[in-house]
C-alpha cells in the first residue's frame, strides 16, 4: 500500500498535555500534509510538509518529516478540548502527485 | 464565501436506484475531487479533475461517474446503487493541480439498501 498510515490509532490525553502522532509512509514522497476532521465534518487541512523539509511549526503545531525513515510526526502542544478530533496524514507522491490518505488518529482531549 | 458546498447531506436509497451528488465551490480552484470514507479505510478517491474539462479515475472509480460541469461544479452520480456503496462522500478541491492544501465540503451520507 502507499497510503501514509498513522500512529496510534487512538490517543486519549489531558488537557494541557502534549499530543504526537506519527505517519509512516512506504515509497518516496512529493509532500506530506496533516489534516485534521471532527465528528460529522469535512476534513480541515493542517500544514504541508515537503521532501525537502525536515521541520515547519504552525501555531500550536510541530511537523517534522525524516525522509529516510520515511516517518513523519505531528505534535500538538498545550492541548485543549476543541483538538478533539481525528487526525490524517496525506502523502503526495509519484509523477501526477496524487494524494493518498492514512486510516488516522483519533484524538480524545479530556477537559 | 462558502467554501465548498455538497448536496444532499443525507440520502437513502433502494439497490438500482440512482442518484447525483452535487458539488461546487466558490474559491475559483482549478482542481476537484471525490472522496469516499468508509470506517477503517480512510479516505479513498474516486474520481478527480485536474481542471475544467478534464476527469481522471482514482482509486475506486468502479460504479461511478463524474461530470466537471464548469470550473464551480463537479458531480457524481451513482447508475444503480449497490449496497458497497453505502458509505460518507467528500467533494473536495485545491487551487492548483498539485493537491495540495484540498478543502473539503461537508459530506454526503448515502446509506445504499
Known amino acids: 500500500s502507499q497510503q501514509g498510515e498513522e500512529d496510534p490509532q487512538a490517543l486519549s490525553i489531558q488537557e494541557g498535555e502534549n499530543a504526537t502522532m506519527n505517519c509512516s509512509y512506504k515509497t518516496s514522497i512529493n509532500n506530506l500534509q496533516w489534516y485534521r476532521q471532527n465528528s460529522g465534518r469535512g476534513l480541515v487541512h493542517l500544514i504541508l510538509i515537503r521532501s525537502n523539509e525536515r521541520e515547519k511549526h504552525s501555531g500550536r503545531l510541530r511537523v517534522t518529516l525524516d525522509t529516510s525513515k520515511k516517518s513523519s510526526s505531528l505534535l500538538i502542544t498545550a492541548s485543549r478540548a476543541a483538538d478533539t478530533a481525528s487526525y490524517f496524514c496525506a502523502r503526495s507522491g509519484g509523477s501526477n502527485y496524487k494524494l493518498t490518505f492514512g486510516k488516522g488518529t483519533l484524538l480524545t482531549v479530556n477537559p | 464565501n462558502a467554501g465548498v458546498t455538497q448536496t444532499p447531506k443525507f ?3 433502494k439497490t438500482g436506484q440512482s442518484m447525483t451528488l452535487q458539488c461546487a465551490q466558490d474559491m475559483n480552484h482549478n482542481s476537484m475531487y471525490w472522496y469516499r470514507q468508509d470506517p477503517g ?7 478527480y479533475s485536474a481542471s475544467e474539462g478534464t476527469t481522471d479515475k482514482g482509486e475506486v472509480p468502479n460504479g461511478y461517474n463524474v461530470s466537471r460541469l464548469n470550473k464551480r461544479e463537479f458531480s457524481l452520480r451513482l447508475e444503480s446503487a449497490a449496497p458497497s456503496q ?3 462522500y467528500f467533494c473536495a478541491s485545491s487551487e492548483g493541480v498539485w493537491n495540495e492544501k ?12
Open chain 2, 41 to 47: 479505510m480512510g479516505l479513498r478517491l474516486i474520481y
Open chain 2, 86 to 88: 453505502t458509505s460518507v
Open chain 2, 102 to 113: 484540498l478543502f473539503f465540503g461537508s459530506g454526503t451520507q448515502l446509506s445504499v439498501l
Open chain 2, 11 to 13: 440520502q437513502v436509497l
